[in-house]
């Protein structure tokens, strides 16, 4: 093969290696991120700029936070389960599974208030500014503020009422 | 008529004969592949990021652990 058509694939091949060395560049510090111990905290890091003291606090506040956390989690798991099996045994509302409902509530409302709590926590180790971005980010993240369909749009307005919500 | 192929072969080595035009290819060629890859890679690191903060809301809502 002449040594000139050698420049076709040779041109191809600077092309892949580019390729590879520009998308390695881009993405391994996030893939280091990823692999370190408290990789969740990591964003809060990047997002938010933390300085190493605060971020070694703000660790500390999550691991502290993080027994409630699981303990919470149990208690949604078994009550979940348990309102499950309640719902499934009848097919009418019966005060069984009235009061389970409300015990789903409850330890709902428990977990609500343990996280608003640990965010405001959060929060306040993080520049003013930082902070209310973080709890703004977090209240739209979690289930604090639940998330609902726009009022108009599920529930049509009838009649001559105007606007606003038509139960 | 000749082969398509041996047409093909002559112009690229009309091509490559010009070193101006080798050059341009080989730079031509390294820009695309550079370029591919920072988009790529940008849109991984993205991802990446965005999995970092769906980590960091599992952690710490217990509905989020739960039930996503």
Same mark, same amino acid.
């Given at each position: 093969?002449?040594?000139?058509?050698?420049?076709?694939?040779?041109?191809?091949?600077?092309?892949?290696?580019?390729?590879?060395?520009?998308?390695?560049?881009?993405?391994?510090?996030?893939?280091?991120?990823?692999?370190?111990?408290?990789?969740?905290?990591?964003?809060?890091?990047?997002?938010?700029?933390?300085?190493?003291?605060?971020?070694?606090?703000?660790?500390?506040?999550?691991?502290?936070?993080?027994? @409630?956390?699981?303990?919470?989690?149990?208690?949604?798991?078994?009550?979940?389960?348990?309102?499950?099996?309640?719902?499934?045994? &009848?097919?009418?509302? &019966?005060?069984?599974?009235?009061?389970?409902?409300?015990?789903?509530?409850?330890?709902?409302?428990?977990?609500?208030?343990?996280?608003?709590?640990?965010?405001? @926590?959060?929060?306040?180790? *993080?520049?003013?500014?930082?902070?209310?971005?973080?709890?703004?980010?977090?209240?739209?993240? @979690?289930?604090?503020?639940?998330?609902?369909?726009?009022?108009?749009?599920?529930?049509?307005? &009838?009649?001559?009422?105007?606007?606003?919500?038509?139960? | 008529?000749?082969?398509?192929?041996?047409?093909?072969?002559?112009?690229?080595?009309?091509?490559?004969?010009?070193?101006?035009?080798?050059?341009?290819?080989?730079?031509?060629?390294?820009?695309?592949?550079?370029?591919?890859?920072? *988009?790529?890679?940008?849109?991984?690191?993205?991802?990446?990021?965005?999995?970092?903060?769906?980590?960091?809301?599992?952690?710490?809502?217990?509905?989020?652990?739960?039930?996503?």
């Amino acid at each position: 093969m002449n040594r000139r058509l050698l420049f076709l694939p040779l041109g191809l091949v600077l092309g892949v290696l580019a390729y590879g060395v520009v998308y390695w560049l881009q993405v391994r510090e996030h893939r280091a991120i990823v692999r370190a111990p408290h990789a969740e905290l990591a964003w809060l890091r990047t997002e938010f700029g933390l300085s190493g003291p605060q971020w070694e606090r703000v660790a500390a506040l999550h691991d502290a936070y993080r027994p @409630t956390c699981n303990e919470l989690c149990r208690q949604i798991a078994v009550q979940n389960a348990r309102l499950e099996a309640a719902a499934l045994a &009848t097919n009418r509302l &019966t005060d069984d599974v009235r009061a389970l409902i409300a015990e789903t509530g409850r330890v709902r409302d428990q977990c609500r208030q343990a996280m608003l709590g640990h965010l405001y @926590t959060v929060a306040a180790e *993080l520049p003013p500014e930082a902070g209310q971005r973080y709890l703004r980010l977090m209240l739209a993240a @979690t289930c604090i503020v639940e998330a609902a369909h726009p009022i108009d749009s599920a529930h049509p307005v &009838t009649g001559a009422q105007g606007g606003g919500h038509a139960h | 008529m000749a082969p398509l192929a041996v047409v093909l072969r002559e112009r690229l080595m009309q091509f490559f004969c010009r070193p101006r035009m080798a050059v341009a290819y080989v730079a031509l060629v390294l820009l695309a592949g550079a370029g591919a890859g920072a *988009l790529r890679g940008h849109s991984t690191a993205q991802g990446l990021a965005g999995s970092l903060q769906g980590r960091y809301v599992q952690s710490i809502d217990p509905f989020a652990a739960v039930l996503r």
